[in-house]
């Protein structure tokens, strides 16, 4: 289970950093992968309102890490934490330049009908503090929180908000906040304990990454499916793109990753193979499946469509089975 924690404040060592790191040791702690982005670090461009999202389904802007690292991390996420202090009873500008930049992910739902296999199995919380005590106080922050999880394809799970919260130091003096989090680190125990399926091939652009997407779509969140490459390619192949794409199923935005990187984070139940072979690691008590697929790199679409019809049945077999 991959958690993805944005950061959104622009005090590094602050009451927001405390909450979310306390948040994400506790889901490491259980066995989960953890990545932290720091919002204000990051180069995002503002959304410029073109409708090229609406009508294309990508984003104009192309240079900076929006585009370029977190649309591939919020797609690949389980667990997606939005934590930011309370700015004029909304989100810091750090972080609602990320939240507009989501456009393009609720157009690809809504304007261009694509579905995206995590949802609606991804949970999103939000984590967030504020100096006054007013009941209202974070009334818009909700409001936004709920529209930017729909955007990014999960449910609204949990949140913990923090009223009174203002100097370094206060969010750390707070007497529940630990327990808090195990509390609803607890409601995510079932998603840790789900069955965790890799399916490795040779580059991770194309049969690997379709069978992920199969078994998230199909399973729901039953499965924790992962995939992988031994020999990872740059990117991900625009031919499968466009064959999953045809099924309705939107696979933009996947990175290619090493076997040897996601085994070492996480360790599977089961390896499926296709095509791979020798080339995967052999790990004491994993069981191994080999569905011996066609490599369909470099070949024209018409044979991505059969690959990928092979790959949802026997997914559809595999769960069947589970
Ligand atoms: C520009 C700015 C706007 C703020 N707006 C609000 C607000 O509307 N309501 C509130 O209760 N606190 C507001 N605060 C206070 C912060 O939410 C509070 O100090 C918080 O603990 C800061 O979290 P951090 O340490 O993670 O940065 C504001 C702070 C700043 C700097």
């Not at 909450?19 to 990545?35: C, D, H, I, N, Y």
């Not at 503002?46 to 990508?58: A, H, M, S, T, V």
């Not at 470099?298 to 690959?307: A, D, L, N, T």
Request: aromatic letters at 8%; charged letters at 30%.
């Amino acid at each position: 289970m991959f958690v993805l924690g944005l950061q959104g404040s622009p005090r590094k060592k602050g009451n927001t950093n405390f909450l979310l790191s306390a948040f994400m040791e506790e889901v490491k702690s259980r066995g989960a992968e953890t990545q932290i982005i720091n919002v204000p670090d990051k180069n995002i461009k503002p959304c410029i309102g073109c409708g090229n999202c609406e009508k294309k389904g990508f984003c104009s802007i192309k240079d900076d890490d929006m585009t370029n690292e977190i649309f591939a991390l919020l797609r690949r996420a389980d667990v997606v934490v939005i934590a930011t202090p309370i700015y004029f009873y909304n989100a810091t500008a750090q972080m609602k330049l990320l939240i507009d930049r989501t456009q393009t992910l609720w157009a690809r739902k809504y304007k261009l009908g694509l579905t995206d296999p995590g949802r609606p199995d991804r949970k999103g919380f939000l984590l967030s503090v504020g100096a006054t005590k007013g009941k209202n106080l974070f009334e818009g922050m909700i409001l936004t929180a709920k529209y930017f999880f729909d955007a990014i394809g999960s449910d609204f799970h949990g949140k913990l908000l923090y009223w009174r919260i203002e100097n370094f130091g206060d969010m750390k003096n707070n007497e529940t906040v630990l327990d808090d989090i195990k509390k609803e680190a607890d409601r995510l125990e079932p998603m840790l304990k789900r069955k965790k399926i890799l399916f490795a091939c040779r580059e991770n652009a194309g049969r690997s990454q379709m069978a992920k997407a199969f078994a998230r779509y199909h399973a729901g969140g039953e499965i924790d499916a992962l995939c992988a490459g031994s020999t990872p390619a740059e990117n991900i192949n625009p031919v499968m793109v466009e064959a999953m794409q045809e099924s309705g199923i939107d696979i933009a935005f996947r990175k290619p990753k090493s076997i040897d990187e996601v085994v070492a984070l996480t360790k599977p139940d089961m390896i499926i193979t296709m095509g791979c072979g020798e080339e995967c690691p052999l790990i004491p008590g994993v069981e191994y499946i080999d569905w011996n697929l066609p490599d369909p790199s470099g070949q024209p679409i018409e044979f991505f469509r059969s690959v990928r019809d092979e790959i949802e049945e026997k997914v559809k077999q595999l769960i069947a089975t589970l």
